[in-house]
């Protein structure tokens, strides 16, 4: 153990996150649901999951570029080892702390009960030496599969993943082998948790199988990587990415498909964010305004009911009139930021978001909008040959919400090297240079919150035509933030980013008001979304599935001020660097 | 590197009149109007014998002061850190929830056990204390852990970190203190009482607030303009490769600048305590935007500035709802107040982006 430090700070922090983990009532709350019969419920995994992790980076060593990580099983399991004991220790002595002061008055989830679900239920001595053993087991574990030769570590992590995968969307596996019955009795109890049989199955299947096709897989992602956009390689991919689409929603079950078409929603939002976000690098904190304003304008337009002002419209012929007014709050909102510096426009978009809520919720508008009360009996949308599809037949619905997803991105993918669409890179990468060789940003921007507002409305006609009554309380700032955050961990200005993103986000841990497929995380949502938007932005700014540009351009900073420093202030490879771009 | 941008865009701009700006004069002219409408509306329902009493009037204007004095002392953590690292630090409204959620806690142990009401001013320095030191603690924390190592970044990277924070920790200390909102006892002993100022009851908490307002203010602006750290920070401010050239530790200034915006934070807290009282765990949010909002009416970056960028504020939310929007026949005006305060951000930045005061800001946010 050659860097103790390191070791030492790997092995408290993880202590220090579990006991956090523990204090906010999350391992409690969480321990509702078993992933694994009997032992490992979704409790246990996110307790032991932070320690897992951290042995294994400890075991790994501090990130270094000028020394390849070593992998050592003895080694690895030392390290492992002394970081689950530290962890282990902080974790029970914060444990014994709460058992001893019993704090619940004032912290409502420091209670006996999370006692009991950190300590499994065996009390206070005992407990406390099982959380250490079982840090110190599991880091331990972590540590010394870096012994494992590379083929097989990948293999591990391909079992792990898979396996948590099943235990994970246990509904959308049950809902595809809905036609086989025994299979789904055989892999999962009636409340659906994953046997241990199966379990050791699937990760073995999973082994073997990343063993057998690893290297095929990587050449062929290489081969995707390099291939050019139009090249016949990446259409099959994007026309079998769209069969799948296609194909998917008719062997989902009802609830996986209420899911999807919040997916679809967020997909269309991030669409829409990432050409303003993404590609012309305003950041807009009060995306949401636009996505009210379709929400209400449909409402207003399409409602049938007896209160307020309605036209009873055709879903369809409101839809038009929808995007102009989103277009004319696009322009409302952009002009007055155009000069401001971008910040200020992130605080003063946030602003817009707020009081377009403000001013819905207000008694002064109540006789348009309903305040609090909202508009009531919005009708589904009118499809030839099914009549009125609403909220209540996701089924369909979600085909009506995917024909606009496909149009946003198609518009997305065209606008991106288009004139605009080359005058938005410009003014990102340097709005004064951009403007001095006759970039008009002006209209550049202008068009950017104009497309990406009317991509909102879109977003907002369909959810109001789902939902059928639309709240001030679905419009409020979580939903940018949201936004934002799928935006960014799929990588700023990449499409299949944002669809990435929102199927993992919303799909998974569910949107502001909608839960996902874990529902046990929604009173955490909010706190994992930050967490999450941190760590992307420190570790991963580029997103998940970055764009080459945007990465560039990111990367080209760091690039540049190493080569700052390491010339002593000359910027000759800065040069080299953009005239290969 | 940074001398790129300034003089052309003066020069370019004064002699082109293009339809943006056209517009921009369309929005600044319509404000006024309305607000002149307003005006005279309200004056005219005044005159008639409506409205609230000279009374109520006063009653209405010192809240709103005292108010806009708390948002200028949060202001100050987002003003010096922009005027340092040029980025807004979204969170910094969470900093300040921190304190008063932990001196929450602190108070109804004091309370209970009758400490509260036989030590006033004990408890009340307790209180403060432990909102300084737990909103400092976060400061510090946030900037180890987030910031630090994103200072070369591109500017609006730090911006989006802190917003992750931000939610972070609102929900981290929900998960911790409870959803559900929680009440400060009243103030303890005599403190509450009125006092006469000028012939005027005014209630006591107010007079604290205002006192310890000013005289925080005081102490900071002697802290930054004679102190050799004050004076690292404005060096860091101005340019941290020269000033950490000149042997200054710049990390350590940072962190000083993040511990003083933190410090100021908690000095509000003891405020909302006395004067809001109730505390939950997204409290910190909107006081953290109408406090940007102060800075920067102020003049981001300048001290003074963003305790008057404050008072100014609160008084136009406090005030104009009733003064503008009430004369233009809108209903239920009280519930429009942050709204108004959104649109003052809005409007300053129209009117006058540098704010009342001018900025001071380092050569490298210039651009």
Do not use: C
Not at chain 1, 7 to 20: I, K, N, Q, T
Not at chain 1, 131 to 139: F, W
Not at chain 1, 473 to 483: E, G, M
Not at chain 2, 218 to 243: C, N, P, Q
């Amino acid at each position: 153990m050659k860097d103790f430090p390191y070791v030492r700070m790997m092995g408290l922090s993880a202590g220090v996150s579990m006991s956090f983990v523990g204090a906010i009532g999350m391992v409690e709350s969480f321990n509702s649901r078993t992933l694994i019969e009997p032992f490992l419920s979704l409790g246990t995994f996110t307790l032991y999951g932070i320690v897992f992790v951290a042995g294994y980076a400890a075991a790994r060593g501090r990130p270094n570029p000028l020394e390849p990580p070593v992998h050592d099983a003895k080694a690895g399991l030392a390290t492992g080892l002394v970081v689950g004991l530290l962890a282990g220790v902080t974790t029970a002595l914060f444990v014994l702390l709460i058992d001893v002061l019993d704090p619940s008055e004032h912290f409502p989830n420091m209670r006996p009960a999370m006692v009991d679900a950190m300590t499994f239920d065996l009390g206070v001595p005992t407990g406390l030496l099982v959380i250490i053993a079982i840090s110190a087991g599991v880091a331990g574990f972590a540590g010394a599969l870096h012994g494992l030769s590379e083929r097989n570590r990948r293999g591990a992590s391909a079992a792990i993943l898979t396996i948590l995968a099943f235990a994970f969307f246990e509904q959308v596996v049950a809902d595809i082998l809905d036609f086989a019955d025994f299979v789904v009795d055989f892999l999962y109890t009636p409340t659906g948790a994953l046997q241990p049989w199966s379990a050791v199955i699937v990760g073995a299947l999973a082994w073997w199988l990343a063993l057998r096709y690893q290297g095929r897989l990587t050449e062929f992602s290489e081969r995707v990587r390099e291939s050019e956009p139009k090249s016949r390689l990446r259409r099959t991919l994007i026309l079998s990415g769209i069969a799948l689409a296609i194909i998917l929603p008719m062997v989902l079950g009802l609830i996986v498909n209420e899911l999807l078409v919040n997916v679809a929603l967020f997909i269309l939002m991030g669409l829409g964010l990432n050409i303003v976000v993404g590609y012309a690098g305003l950041l807009d904190l009060g995306y949401v305004a636009f996505f009210a304003v379709g929400a209400y304008g449909t409402a207003v337009l399409t409602s049938t009911s007896d209160t307020g002002v309605n036209f009873g419209l055709n879903w369809w012929l409101a839809l038009p009139i929808v995007m102009v007014l989103a277009a004319i709050a696009g322009l409302l909102v952009g002009t007055p930021v155009i000069r401001m510096r971008g910040d200020y426009l992130a605080i003063v978009t946030l602003g817009f978001g707020e009081i377009v809520r403000i001013l819905l919720l207000s008694d002064w508008l109540t006789p348009l909008f309903g305040g609090a009360q909202g508009i009531r009996r919005i009708p589904g949308i009118p499809v030839p040959f099914k009549g009125e599809v609403g909220g209540t037949e996701p089924q369909l619905f979600i085909y009506v919400t995917m024909i606009f997803v496909a149009a946003a991105a198609y518009i997305s993918y065209r606008s991106q090297n288009s004139r605009v669409g080359r005058a938005w890179a410009a003014m990102r990468e340097d709005e004064d240079v951009a403007e001095a060789i006759g970039v008009g940003t002006v209209r550049a921007k202008l068009l950017a919150f104009i497309s990406g507002a009317m991509i909102a409305s879109f977003a907002g006609a369909l959810f109001s035509a789902k939902v059928g009554t639309v709240f001030t309380n679905s419009f409020d700032v979580f939903v940018s933030i949201i936004i934002l955050v799928i935006v960014i961990v799929g990588g700023m200005g990449s499409i299949p980013g944002v669809i990435v993103g929102a199927v993992v986000l919303i799909g998974v841990l569910g949107g502001p008001k909608q839960p996902g497929l874990l529902q046990e995380f929604s009173e955490y949502k909010l706190l994992i979304y930050g967490a999450i938007l941190v760590f992307m932005m420190l570790k991963r700014p580029e997103g998940l599935i970055p764009s080459v540009r945007r990465s560039r351009e990111l990367h080209h900073e760091e690039l540049s001020q190493d080569a700052w420093l390491d010339k002593g202030g000359s910027f000759a490879d800065d040069e080299q660097e953009s005239a290969e771009v | 590197v940074t001398a790129t941008t300034t003089p052309r865009k003066a020069s370019s701009r004064r002699f082109r009149f293009n339809w943006v700006d056209g517009f921009l004069w369309f929005i600044r002219i319509t404000a006024l109007i309305i607000i002149a409408v307003g005006l005279t509306g309200s004056i005219q329902k005044f005159a008639g014998g409506e409205g609230p009493t000279l009374e109520g009037w006063r009653e209405l204007v010192i809240s709103s002061i005292t108010t806009g004095f708390m948002y200028g002392l949060i202001a100050l953590g987002y003003s010096m850190v922009y005027g340092v690292l040029g980025f807004i630090n979204f969170a910094h409204g969470e900093v300040f929830m921190s304190g008063i959620m932990v001196g929450v806690v602190m108070s109804s142990i004091m309370f209970e056990s009758g400490f509260w009401d036989a030590n006033p001013w004990l408890s009340l320095a307790i209180i403060l204390l432990v909102a300084m030191l737990v909103s400092v603690g976060i400061a510090i924390l946030a900037e180890r852990i987030a910031y630090r190592s994103l200072r070369g970044a591109p500017r609006l990277i730090p911006l989006i970190t802190s917003i992750g924070v931000s939610f972070f920790l609102q929900y981290a200390f929900a998960g911790l203190f409870g959803v559900q909102a929680r009440t400060y006892p009243p103030a303890p002993g005599n403190i509450g009482d009125d006092i006469i100022i000028f012939g005027i009851p005014v209630a006591g908490t107010k007079v604290l607030v205002i006192g310890v307002a000013l005289a925080t203010m005081v102490v900071l602006w002697l802290f930054v303009t004679r102190t050799k750290t004050g004076r690292a920070m404005r060096a860091v401010a101005e340019d941290k490769e020269i000033a950490g050239l000149m042997g200054i530790n710049v990390d350590r200034t940072i962190v000083t600048t993040f511990a003083l915006g933190g410090a100021m934070a908690g000095v509000a807290g003891l405020m909302w305590a006395l004067l809001f009282r109730v505390v939950e765990f997204s409290s910190g949010f909107l006081p953290g935007i109408k406090a940007f909002t102060a800075a920067v009416l102020g003049g981001i970056g300048n001290i003074p500035g963003a305790l008057l960028g404050g008072v100014v504020l609160g008084l136009f939310e406090g005030v104009g709802p009733l003064l503008i929007l009430d004369g233009l026949g809108i209903p239920a005006v009280s519930q429009l107040k942050n709204a108004v305060g959104f649109a003052a951000l809005v409007l300053v930045l129209l009117f006058r982006p540098t704010g009342l005061l001018g900025e001071q800001l380092g050569s490298e946010d210039r651009a």
